[in-house]
């Protein structure tokens, strides 16, 4: 346990479930217009990741869990950037079956959530998940497997990340999470459809260079900072 001066240092606490990794090397020049950070590439070669899990067991100490909104669903579209030469993950989207977890984020974070239709299941290591938000439409079905998965450099690169960026009417906002090493495990697509991405100007006709599968990540968040004015 966190001894009482680590307590104070952060403001929210979740649990990540059931979080799916995928990932597409591409050209920068297709969303580096999109994007009001500068990209930080892989290789030479943005990245693009669509990533849905569920969020479980959220609360804001000292409280508890909250009985009323304490799990939800969510698919986002992330990129990898730096600001001021700290590294980071940028979010286009974050799509969420929750109205309320919708209005906080929005309201109270700046990150960019959309409330969306979403159905997520997992039973005897099938992952089934879909999501419809307007036209913007991702539907896949997985097979997850029991052992670890050996991770590429890919696969750290794009999950070692600790700062994510948003802006907001006052600035930058840089936020913090705080969390074990991702075990990440070996899964296999068996099906995938993906409007979701589409929401940019890009087309992902094939599938990701890189996914990985990890059951369960406690995460805490230390409060947003405004890095710039």
């Not at 999501?131 to 097979?143: G, M, P, T, W, Y």
């Amino acid at each position: 346990m966190d001894g009482g001066g680590e307590r104070v240092k952060w403001v929210m606490e979740q649990e990540w479930n059931h979080v799916l990794f995928l990932h597409w090397q591409i050209d920068p020049l297709l969303i580096r217009a999109h994007v009001p950070f500068d990209l930080d590439l892989f290789e030479g070669k943005a990245v693009l990741s669509i990533v849905p899990f569920q969020m479980d067991r959220i609360r804001i100490p000292p409280l508890p869990v909250f009985p009323f909104f304490s799990s939800l669903w969510e698919l986002n579209l992330r990129t990898y950037v730096t600001v001021n030469g700290v590294g980071g993950v940028y979010f286009f989207t974050l799509d969420t079956d929750s109205a309320l977890g919708s209005f906080i984020a929005n309201h109270f974070f700046s990150l960019p959530y959309r409330l969306a239709k979403i159905r997520g299941k997992i039973a005897d290591n099938h992952y089934t998940f879909e999501s419809k938000r307007e036209d913007l439409r991702f539907q896949i079905n997985a097979r997850v497997s029991d052992q670890l998965k050996t991770k590429t450099h890919l696969d750290r690169w794009a999950t070692d990340r600790e700062h994510l960026f948003t802006l907001s009417p006052v600035g930058i906002k840089r936020g913090t999470v705080v969390h074990d090493p991702w075990r990440l495990q070996e899964v296999k697509i068996v099906t995938m459809q993906d409007r979701f991405s589409s929401q940019l100007p890009i087309d992902l006709k094939n599938g990701p260079d890189e996914v990985a599968y990890c059951r369960q990540l406690k995460v805490r968040f230390k409060p947003f900072q405004t890095i710039r004015s």
